[in-house]
C-alpha cells in the first residue's frame, strides 16, 4: 500500500479541522482536566485526527476524479485520485473503523456521528452530491463541527448550546466557499456548480463575509468575549478582496489562522477549569 499517496490524500494541513473540533468540544464539556484524557476522547481524537480525514477526503477524491483533472491544487498541494485500489480499501476501511465510534460513546452523542457520516459521504457521492448544488454545498459542510459537537454531547451527557453549534455550522459555511474561490476556473471548466461559481468571486467574498459575521454574532449571543475571536474571519476576507493578495494564496494562510483560533478556543477552556 502507498502510505505516502494517502498521507497526501487526507491533507495533513487540514487535520486538525476535525480534530480540533473535537478538543475544543471536550474541553467545554468537561468537568475537570482527568476528563481530557478519558477512553470516548481519546478514541474519537484519534479517529478524527488521521482516519476520518483518509475518509472524508477518500471520498471526495475518488468521485471528483475527472473534475480534478482540471485542478491545479491536485498537481502541488493535493494527491489526484487516479484508480488505485490503495484508495479505495483506506476509505472502506476507514469508514468501517468509524463505525467503532459509535460503540465507545453513549447514545447522545450518535446523531452527531451519524450526521457527520451521512454528510462525508452525500457532499461527494451520488445520488445527492451536495457539492454540485450552489448553497448545498456550503451548507453540507457543517459536518466539520458535527465530531466537535460529538465529542462535547459524549462527555457532557447532553448536547451542546445550540447558539455553538449554529455558529460553528456558518463558520464552516464560510470556509467551505471561501476556499472554493481558487476553484472557480477548473469548477466551470469541469461543468461544476457551486455557490462561488454561481455567485462569481466579487459575490462570493460578499458571501463569505456575510456568513462570517453572523457565525460570529451567533457566538457572541453566547459569550460575547468569542467575538474576539470570531470576528477576524470577516474582516480577514474582506481584506483579502481588497487587497493584492491573491486568494489562491491567501486560501493556504487559513490552517495558521485556524489553528491560532482554535488554540485560543481551547486555552479559554482550560482556564474555565483551573478558575
Given at each position: 500500500m502507498d502510505f505516502r499517496y494517502l498521507l497526501t490524500l487526507s491533507r495533513p494541513r487540514f487535520w486538525l479541522y476535525l480534530a480540533g473540533p473535537v478538543l475544543v468540544g471536550a474541553t467545554y464539556a468537561a468537568t475537570g482536566l482527568s476528563d481530557l484524557t478519558s477512553p470516548v476522547v481519546l478514541a474519537l481524537a484519534?479517529?478524527?485526527?488521521?482516519?476520518?480525514?483518509?475518509?472524508?477526503?477518500?471520498?471526495?477524491?475518488?468521485?471528483?476524479?475527472?473534475?480534478?483533472?482540471?485542478?491545479?491544487?491536485?498537481?502541488?498541494?493535493?494527491?489526484?485520485?487516479?484508480?488505485?485500489?490503495?484508495?479505495?480499501?483506506?476509505?472502506?476501511?476507514?469508514?468501517?473503523?468509524?463505525?467503532?465510534?459509535?460503540?465507545?460513546t453513549p447514545a447522545v452523542a450518535w446523531p452527531w456521528l451519524a450526521g457527520f457520516f451521512a454528510l462525508a459521504v452525500g457532499y461527494s457521492a451520488p445520488p445527492v452530491r451536495f457539492k454540485t448544488t450552489p448553497l448545498l454545498d456550503s451548507a453540507s459542510n457543517g459536518l466539520y463541527v458535527l465530531p466537535g459537537a460529538a465529542a462535547y454531547a459524549a462527555l457532557a451527557g447532553h448536547h451542546p448550546p445550540l447558539l455553538a453549534v449554529v455558529g460553528g455550522w456558518l463558520w464552516t459555511m464560510g470556509m467551505h466557499t471561501f476556499s472554493a474561490i481558487p476553484d472557480i476556473v477548473p469548477d466551470r471548466e469541469a461543468g461544476i456548480r457551486t455557490t462561488a461559481t454561481w455567485l462569481g468571486e466579487p459575490k462570493t467574498y460578499?458571501?463569505?463575509?456575510?456568513?462570517?459575521?453572523?457565525?460570529?454574532?451567533?457566538?457572541?449571543?453566547?459569550?460575547?468575549?468569542?467575538?474576539?475571536v470570531f470576528a477576524i474571519y470577516p474582516a480577514f476576507c474582506a481584506w483579502v478582496a481588497r487587497s493584492a493578495v491573491s486568494v489562491e494564496r491567501a486560501y493556504w494562510w487559513f490552517p495558521y489562522l485556524n489553528g491560532l483560533a482554535g488554540m485560543t478556543l481551547t486555552l479559554a477552556g482550560l482556564w474555565r477549569l483551573y478558575g
Open positions: 484519534a479517529y478524527f485526527l488521521v482516519p476520518a480525514n483518509v475518509f472524508l477526503y477518500g471520498v471526495n477524491d475518488v468521485f471528483d476524479r475527472d473534475v480534478d483533472e482540471h485542478n491545479p491544487k491536485k498537481d502541488e498541494k493535493e494527491a489526484r485520485y487516479r484508480g488505485s485500489r490503495d484508495a479505495l480499501v483506506a476509505v472502506a476501511a476507514t469508514g468501517v473503523l468509524g463505525l467503532g465510534t459509535f460503540a465507545v460578499a458571501y463569505c463575509v456575510a456568513v462570517w459575521t453572523l457565525a460570529a454574532l451567533a457566538f457572541a449571543a453566547l459569550d460575547l468575549r468569542l467575538l474576539a
